[in-house]
């Protein structure tokens, strides 16, 4: 078991020899007219983020809204001139907001990983990843030293899990957000890969994947973190999946035709785009992982999906973020650490509606919104929802997107607020209205949290929406005294 969890992602990542290539230098890249959006791949200060409170620019907390955001990503990319090979490389770093009646408070971390300790000690970019070769010398005997944990977080009891997709989830603790370990589930699993997308049953259930190569671990996991169950299933290809979904009865794992052919290090160099190739979408029986159907899509690309759920019929839908080729992952990302943006119209995902017949059929409804970092209400996991919030809107002279949205699939509408070409939206979290502050529990009732990186203010700021009107704008803001690097996904925690 432990030569299988290691076999796919070190068979590329430590076939590695070669140091990074020299990167071009970081202060001759210019800044695009909207402003130095370097800010958001910057180094974090190594010792993190005192806490402070944020300056308050408009509107006050909304009645019933208090809690934790935590949000995660790389915050730490570059030596020198010795720079990381990729964004999604980046020592993960964890900001914390806490929100209550009298304001926002900030502070940040690091997780204290192996990773992040070898190369702070040594100042260099050393250990290979998604898309870093590292050096001949790194010392790497396991998938967790390796692991970034810079990608999202789960909230499991008092732990905070800082997670990646090719190792274990770092435990920290979530009040200090001193960094615990690796967490392992048995120890014939130790270092087994876990998704940066766990799905969480309205049960409180939790459910994971591990990908390696065209097979996958599947974890089942208590609410309190603990392993239920596991088994490898078979894939029908080795395709690179960054998420999944989970419907009330199903676990449903689309394969896109980005396709690890070759032990070409780094990882992502050994993906290979298909483009004539379709999108297969596994579905595997919750109960019985033998029992599984196989569906054909059209050729598409994606990073996230949103969430799934199954009509009375046996028909499962679920929505995903499509693209016409890989080539941010593959190419622009390891651009956007050397300070280089070139942009690229096929690059831009939009919000689709994928629907899986009972005879075999498969569909897909593309819209035209502009869409990455689905997110819907967490209540409602894995059954039918209408709502899913996602930024959008992208740029030639620089990455992000400046718009939040949501898209309604039972009446088709958009209901959008532009911040600007100023801003880079990050993902927003849905967050409900509790029933002592009059929360009626329907779908949608409670408020969109998330952060915006203000490239003109030169400051990170946390936005609070209505969920049910963006339009109209942010009924409160508030501003960091920092300009903290861009994470990836988050979770809000509610007392
Ligand atoms: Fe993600």
């Excluded at 020299?22 to 974090?44: H, T």
């Excluded at 435990?171 to 890969?193: E, N, S, V, W």
């Amino acid at each position: 078991m432990t030569d299988l969890s290691r076999r796919s992602f070190l068979s590329t990542v430590t076939g590695a020899g070669l140091m990074a290539a020299a990167p071009k230098s970081w202060a001759a890249a210019a800044p695009s007219a909207s402003g130095d959006w370097r800010l958001g791949v910057a180094n974090a200060p190594a010792e993190g983020y005192a806490p402070s409170a944020l300056t308050r620019l408009h509107g006050q907390m909304p009645k019933g809204l208090s809690g934790t955001l935590y949000r995660n990503g790389p915050g730490w990319f570059r030596y020198g001139d010795d720079v990381t090979g990729h964004w999604f490389d980046g020592d993960g770093m964890i900001q914390k907001y806490d929100l209550t009646a009298s304001g926002v408070r900030h502070t940040g971390r690091f997780v204290d990983t192996v990773k992040h300790r070898v190369e702070q000690k040594r100042q260099a970019i050393v250990m290979p990843g998604f898309g870093t070769k590292g050096r001949a010398d790194a010392p790497v005997t396991s998938n967790d030293d390796v692991n970034a944990a810079n990608t999202s977080v789960l909230r499991v009891g008092d732990e905070l899990w800082a997670l990646w997709e090719g190792g274990s989830p770092y435990r920290m603790d979530a009040q200090t957000l001193l960094t615990r370990g690796p967490k392992t589930f048995r120890d014939d699993l130790k270092g087994m890969a876990f998704l940066a997308h766990p799905k969480v049953e309205p049960s409180g259930r939790i459910w994971s994947a591990g990908f390696m190569g065209a097979k996958a671990w599947i974890w089942q996991l208590s609410p309190n973190g603990e392993m239920e169950q596991g088994a490898i299933i078979d894939l029908p290809a080795a395709g690179y999946a960054h998420d999944w979904v989970v419907s009330e009865h199903y676990l449903i794992l689309p394969m896109q035709p980005w396709v690890a052919k070759t032990r070409t290090p780094p990882f992502v160099d050994s993906l290979v785009w298909e483009a004539d190739q379709p999108i297969r979408v596994l579905v595997v029986d919750k109960t019985d992982f033998s029992k599984r159907r196989l569906f054909e899509l059209p050729s598409a690309t994606y990073f996230h999906t949103g969430d799934a759920w199954e009509d009375s019929d046996g028909t499962i839908r679920f929505d995903v973020c499509l693209a016409k080729s890989p080539q941010f992952g593959a190419t622009g990302a390891r651009e956007l650490v050397k300070g280089i943006y070139k942009g690229d119209e096929h690059t831009e995902a939009h919000l689709a509606l994928i629907t899986l017949r009972p005879n075999g059929k498969a569909e897909m409804e593309l819209t035209k919104a502009s869409a990455e970092f689905p997110q819907t209400d967490h209540r409602v996991q894995g059954l039918r929802h209408d709502l899913v919030a996602h930024v959008g809107g992208y740029l030639k002279d620089r990455p992000g997107a400046h718009m939040l949205s949501t898209y309604n699939w039972r009446t088709g509408k958009s209901d959008t607020h532009d911040f600007g070409h100023d801003a880079i939206v990050e993902e927003a979290l849905f967050v409900p209205r509790p029933a002592t502050a009059g929360g009626t529990g329907k779908e949608a009732d409670g408020w969109f949290v998330g952060t915006v990186l203000n490239l003109k203010a030169r400051a990170t700021e946390l936005h609070v929406f209505d969920a049910g009107n963006l339009k109209d704008g942010p009924v409160a803001s508030w501003r960091s005294q920092h300009a903290t690097p861009l994470g990836f996904h988050g979770t809000f925690a509610q007392p």
